[in-house]
């Protein structure tokens, strides 16, 4: 968008909405103003969030004296809105730049001030797009996204884009590679995979959240933070509950890294429906990713999350019988204990494979003959060390084991097949499990008694 263009939205803006001007003598710690440059600015005591025509929120941090931000807004031909969707044929959707309104806001988050667009297709899909920031959160901008079908007609919701960010560490560090930040990915996709990690060329992750994945895997914490030694930002959602979601983030081929929020509603509003998309957030911060996971878990707190108070034995180190991976023996289980001791640790876990099957969880004949668990657990108490077992609750086999040292028992499954989770053909649901035998697991029913 032209410098010319962003001038005459500015006027349009002035002359339509006098309360944007009222605001420029508030002594709120939140205030909303309109800019030169031709975007609305909220500013607070640490921060400011400039929102664009184009509906994309830049992030800046005050400190020191200085206005540090990773947010590199395009603007011309490359420039896309934000929201961006598909909702089936409908592609036409504009906000409403003259008609933009400002409001003081009070809730779970305490008081601040909401910057509110609107926009409305040739197809009737009206969308509704807020961007708040709350006086006890000078850091966070907050977006809300409505839509709702006016028409007549059904219309189609598959695809939404939101919290758009192209991000360049050279804002902050010139002279930097834009793609010189370290990074931290909530999503839990895949065992052993670093979730902080400075960023590379062609990196590439989902992040997807809320959803199980084909590994079995899935969840996680639903935000991505990047970072440099002076400035970070972050984006993700403030809801209490899941949503399926993804957060991606890409190295482009320029360097520049680009993060955003993308929903795939898939669904049908009929006449006067609507649909409301996960609250999200940009925050900026100084330091690593444990700030803006603080703010997050603050923010939550407000709105009904009660943490559980940690007890001295939350941080008690405990050793894993994993070191010995699979095959391990009764001779290494007892074997460590004098190391246990003299490192101070009183808890230890029985891990995967003491067992010949899932479900039935009868000790391996081959490794812990006999009664090697009852011998082990009696050693380790005698040295005032607990001990916890691995097992995978609900999980059962659905065949003989496959283990190659199985006692070749599967009871449970095949003499009580009513226990079982059926899927919709009325065959055993399956499970995955990363570290679980090829053929997949059967699952027992936690409604039955």
């Not at 409403?96 to 988050?109: F, K, P, Q, V």
Request: hydrophobic share 40%; proline share 8%; glycine share 8%.
């Amino acid at each position: 968008m032209g410098a010319a263009r962003l001038r005459t939205l500015l006027a349009l803006t002035l002359a339509s909405a006098p309360n944007l001007r009222a605001q420029e003598t508030s002594t709120s710690p939140v205030t909303v103003t309109p800019d030169p440059e031709g975007f609305v600015l909220i500013r607070t005591p640490t921060s400011e969030f400039a929102v664009f025509p184009s509906g994309r929120v830049r992030a800046f941090l005050l400190k020191d004296g200085r206005r540090l931000t990773l947010d590199a807004v395009e603007e011309g031909p490359r420039a896309s809105r934000d929201p961006s969707f598909t909702a089936g044929r409908v592609r036409d959707l504009a906000l409403d730049w003259r008609g933009m309104r400002t409001s003081e806001i009070s809730g779970a988050l305490g008081r601040g001030k909401r910057v509110e667009l609107k926009a409305r297709s040739a197809d009737g899909l009206e969308e509704n797009v807020g961007v708040e920031v709350y006086q006890d959160f000078p850091n966070l901008a907050v977006r809300t996204l409505a839509f709702k079908n006016a028409a007549a007609v059904p219309l189609r919701l598959d695809h939404i884009v939101t919290e758009r960010h192209r991000l360049s560490a050279s804002l902050a560090s010139p002279g930097e590679l834009p793609h010189a930040l370290w990074s931290f990915h909530g999503a839990s996709a895949e065992w052993g995979r670093d979730e902080i990690l400075p960023l590379s060329k062609g990196f590439f992750r989902e992040n997807r959240m809320g959803a199980p994945l084909r590994n079995g895997v899935g969840g996680g914490i639903p935000a991505v933070a990047f970072w440099s030694a002076s400035v970070g930002e972050a984006i993700g959602h403030l809801e209490t509950t899941p949503r399926v979601l993804s957060l991606p983030v890409r190295v482009e081929g320029d360097g520049h890294v680009t993060a955003s929020l993308v929903l795939d509603p898939k669904l049908t509003l009929q006449p006067g429906e609507s649909y409301v998309a996960p609250r999200s957030f940009v925050a900026v911060f100084s330091g690593d990713f444990y700030e803006p996971l603080r703010l997050y878990s603050q923010a939550l707190q407000r709105q009904g999350w009660t943490l559980p108070q940690p007890t001295d034995e939350s941080f008690a180190a405990s050793w894993c019988g994993w070191g010995y991976e699979a095959n391990f023996t009764l001779d290494q289980m007892l074997g460590i204990v004098p190391k246990l001791k003299a490192l101070g640790i009183r808890r230890a876990t029985l891990d995967y494979r003491w067992f010949s099957s899932y479900g039935d969880w009868e000790p391996r004949s081959d490794t812990l003959p006999g009664d090697s668990i009852e011998r082990m657990v009696s050693e380790y108490h005698k040295q005032g060390i607990r001990v916890q077992l691995w097992w995978l609750p609900l999980a059962a086999q659905a065949g003989t084991s496959p283990f190659p040292s199985g006692n070749g028992r599967v009871a449970v499954a095949k003499e009580h097949p009513d226990w079982l989770i059926l899927d919709e053909k009325g065959r055993p649901a399956r499970m995955v499990f990363s570290v679980a035998p090829k053929e997949p697991l059967a699952l027992l029913c936690p409604a039955v008694p």
